[in-house]
Structure formats: structure tokens, C-alpha cells
T-cell receptor
Framework: NAGVMQNPRHLVRRRGQEARLRCSPM?????VYWYRQLPEEGLKFMVY????????ESGMPKERFSAEFPKEGPSILRIQQVVRGDSAAYFC????????????????FGEGSWLTVV | SQQGEEDPQALSIQEGENATMNCSYK?????LQWYRQNSGRGLVHLIL?????REKHSGRLRVTLDTSKKSSSLLITASRAADTASYFC?????????FGSGTQLTVLP
């Protein structure tokens, strides 16, 4: 059973371009979470999605960032008109069901996508 | 991949008591982080301790790190019902984070 797959692992974009990060959850998982980690900082929650639904986007910047998790295919985190401050590691995680206390479900993280904006 | 391990996997205490959770890891690290997760929500960063630090405090939280044993502990003092959550340790190196599976803490009122 393959783990959470993220691609690309490394992405370089010039300021103003668009970045698309993809996340394929583990097989059988319908819940996806995106996190961002700035250098020397902890993971910061961005968005939580189920298939075709955004459940919690309280951590998403108001502009330029969007996420989707279509019925078919991977979840996509899209960053439009990237700026240098967007340079970070972006982690995706998945769980088979609503993860957390009492659910017995563990969140499994991908290895991350490192975005560098030049 | 998940290579870190939290101990215990589940912990139930009374409000006001202290809660101690332990974490072991396998890789060399630059830092170790503890996160909290409420049911169905994303991870919330609690505290980061660098590999050259041995102890760190933040409010009711106290974290220790023993790099020779590749272990860390998180102590929550004077626990509250609102502390009920899952707690994860995250061992960080330059380009890789390894995650524990979490300790489920229940604080009974």
C-alpha cells in the first residue's frame, strides 16, 4: 500500500508564476490535509478537504491560494502569482476517515513538496 | 513515513493532574516539534526544541530532549478538559520530517 504521494518533490517558480502541488492520498483515504512549513518553523495547517468538499480552510491565505480534491484524481494545492514569501515546504496528509481523538485513525503524511520562488 | 513513536498511545487523567508523553525517534535531527490535534482538525504547532537545547518551557508546557537517547518528553501541567486532544511529536532534519502516531490524551473533568 503506497503511502501519501506528493509531487513534485521540488519546484522552482519565478515570481508571478503559478505553482501546482499534487497530493495522492493513501488508497482508501478520502480525507486530505495540507500544511505549510516555513524555514525553521513548525507545520501550519492550511486546509482540510474531503472528496469534492472543503471542510476547513481556516489556515488558507485569503488570496492567491486555492485547493481542491476532485472526485477523481489527486488533491491540488494551487498558488497563483507566487511571491518569494511562498517559498516553503508543503505537506499533504491523508486519513481514511475523520482523523483525531477517538476515531482510531492516524494521519499519514507525504514527504512534502519544496517550493522555491526566485 | 512515520518513524517516530509516542508513548503512551493513550492517556487518561483527571483535570488538574500533570500529563507526560514521551517520544522516540530514529534519525538525526535539527529540531523536534510537538503538535496537538483536536478531533478532525489540522495539527497545531505547540513547541519546537532545537537539537542543542535540553529543555524548553511554554506556558503550561515543558519539553525535554535527550539526543543521546533519541527521545523527548512533553509535560502538560495542571491539565484542563480543553487539553483533550491527540499530541504528535515530529522529528525534523534538514529535508525530512518523521512523525509519530500520536498520544491520545483525555482529561476528565
Amino acid at each position: 500500500n503506497a503511502g501519501v504521494m506528493q509531487n513534485p518533490r521540488h519546484l522552482v517558480r519565478r515570481r508571478g508564476q503559478e505553482a501546482r502541488l499534487r497530493c495522492s492520498p493513501m488508497k482508501g483515504h478520502s480525507h486530505v490535509y495540507w500544511y505549510r512549513q516555513l524555514p525553521e518553523e513548525g507545520l501550519k495547517f492550511m486546509v482540510y478537504l474531503q472528496k469534492e468538499n472543503i471542510i476547513d480552510e481556516s489556515g488558507m491565505p485569503k488570496e492567491r491560494f486555492s485547493a481542491e480534491f476532485p472526485k477523481e484524481g489527486p488533491s491540488i494545492l494551487r498558488i497563483q502569482q507566487v511571491v518569494r514569501g511562498d517559498s516553503a515546504a508543503y505537506f499533504c496528509a491523508s486519513s481514511p476517515d475523520r482523523a483525531g481523538l477517538g476515531s482510531g485513525n492516524t494521519i499519514y503524511f507525504g514527504e512534502g513538496s519544496w517550493l522555491t520562488v526566485v | 513515513s512515520q518513524q517516530g513513536e509516542e508513548d503512551p498511545q493513550a492517556l487518561s487523567i483527571q483535570e488538574g493532574e500533570n500529563a507526560t508523553m514521551n517520544c522516540s525517534y530514529k534519525t538525526s535531527i535539527n529540531n523536534l516539534q510537538w503538535y496537538r490535534q483536536n478531533s478532525g482538525r489540522g495539527l497545531v504547532h505547540l513547541i519546537l526544541i532545537r537539537s542543542n537545547e535540553r529543555e524548553k518551557h511554554s506556558g503550561r508546557l515543558r519539553v525535554t530532549l535527550d539526543t543521546s537517547k533519541k527521545s523527548s518528553s512533553l509535560l502538560i501541567t495542571a491539565s484542563r478538559a480543553a487539553d483533550t486532544a491527540s499530541y504528535f511529536c515530529v522529528a525534523g532534519s534538514a529535508r525530512q520530517l518523521t512523525f509519530g502516531s500520536g498520544t491520545q490524551l483525555t482529561v476528565l473533568p
